[in-house]
C-alpha cells in the first residue's frame, strides 16, 4: 500500500510532467526521442510536438478516473 505522502508527490510529479509537456516546450523537446516512447507512448517518437500534445491531455484526462 502507497502511503498518503508518496501518493501527494507522484501526484505533484506528475502534474508538473504533464504541465511541462503540454505548456512550457515538453513536447517540443521530446519530439522524435527515444525518451518520448518511454514517457508518453510506444508510438510517440514517431509524432510530432503536435501530436504528442493531444495525446498528453487525453493521457492525463484518463489518469484521473
Known amino acids: 500500500m502507497i502511503s498518503i505522502d508518496h501518493w501527494i508527490?507522484?501526484?505533484i510529479g506528475s502534474g508538473v510532467f504533464?504541465?511541462?509537456?503540454l505548456c512550457w516546450g515538453g513536447a517540443e523537446r521530446l519530439e522524435g526521442t527515444f525518451a518520448s516512447?518511454?514517457?508518453i507512448s510506444w508510438f510517440a517518437p514517431k509524432?510530432?510536438?503536435e501530436g504528442i500534445k493531444?495525446?498528453?491531455?487525453l493521457l492525463r484526462r484518463?489518469?484521473?478516473?
Open 37 to 39: 516512447g518511454f514517457l
Open 9 to 11: 508527490l507522484w501526484a
Open 62 to 65: 484518463a489518469a484521473r478516473w
Open 54 to 57: 493531444p495525446s498528453c491531455s
Open 18 to 21: 504533464w504541465l511541462w509537456v
Open 47 to 49: 509524432w510530432s510536438a
